[in-house]
């Protein structure tokens, strides 16, 4: 079975904190993807990465960045956290092949105070 | 650009009764489809998909969707609920182009009632 993982369950930060949010994917899968899931909004594209050291800015990349180093990780970088980036973090990944079957990681529920 | 329009944020049935939520989509090419369930503190997991082929498809735990072209929709049924069904569903569709990002609509909570 295909497993995302995610660093943290649940996160408390303060505001214009550096947050980093950790996704790691043991399949392979040449692609990695970050949303984010708000009541009523669904899941919204944060960003995405295709390969290693390469990444496309989704619907919503405004106050975050991306690093992928390598094909099985992929961080999500909040430079200064702000209290309306309150939110759960998804990671998912997919292979090239299959690209739209995406696996998804239990999620990373951030609080900013 | 592709959407999804999810008709109903909350669906509420008994037990043993028909379960039917509603999605309506708009692609400028032939989408692939998607129906994902999401149940309290879990990951999201893929129910069903269409990719062109049988427009009934059908998915685990007994839920099926139609693919209707002439009226943009892609409907999520089951004949009989259950109460493990409480959950949040998502319809989401797929740009067949480019790099295959999906679109989440804005999801429907299945309530369960004994």
């Known amino acids: 079975d295909v497993k995302v993982t995610q660093s943290s369950r649940y996160l408390v930060k303060r505001t214009g904190e550096k947050v980093f949010l950790e996704c790691v994917q043991d399949?392979?899968?040449?692609?990695m993807f970050w949303y984010r899931q708000d009541p009523g909004l669904g899941l919204r594209l944060i960003y995405f990465s295709y390969d290693v050291k390469m990444k496309e800015k989704g619907d919503i990349p405004e106050g975050y960045s991306v690093s992928r180093e390598k094909k099985e990780r992929f961080s999500l970088i909040l430079e200064s956290a702000s209290t309306n980036q309150t939110s759960m973090y998804l990671c998912a990944s997919s292979s090239t092949s299959r690209r739209e079957t995406q696996y998804f990681g239990p999620g990373t529920r951030l609080l900013v105070l | 650009a592709q959407s999804v329009t999810q008709l109903d944020s909350h669906v509420s049935v008994s037990e043993g009764t028909p379960v039917l939520l509603r999605c309506n989509y708009s692609s400028s090419y032939s989408p692939s489809l998607f129906w994902y369930v999401q149940h309290p503190n879990k990951g999201l997991q893929l129910l069903l998909k269409?990719?062109?082929?049988?427009?009934l498809v059908k998915g685990i735990n007994g839920f099926e969707a139609e693919f209707k072209k002439s009226e943009t929709s892609f409907h999520l049924t089951k004949p009989s609920a259950h109460m493990s069904d409480a959950a949040e569903y998502f319809c989401v569709v797929s740009d067949p182009s480019g790099y295959s990002t999906l679109t989440f609509g804005k999801g429907t909570m299945l309530l369960v009632s004994p």
């Open positions: 269409y990719t062109s082929a049988a427009t």
């Open positions: 399949m392979d899968h040449e692609n």
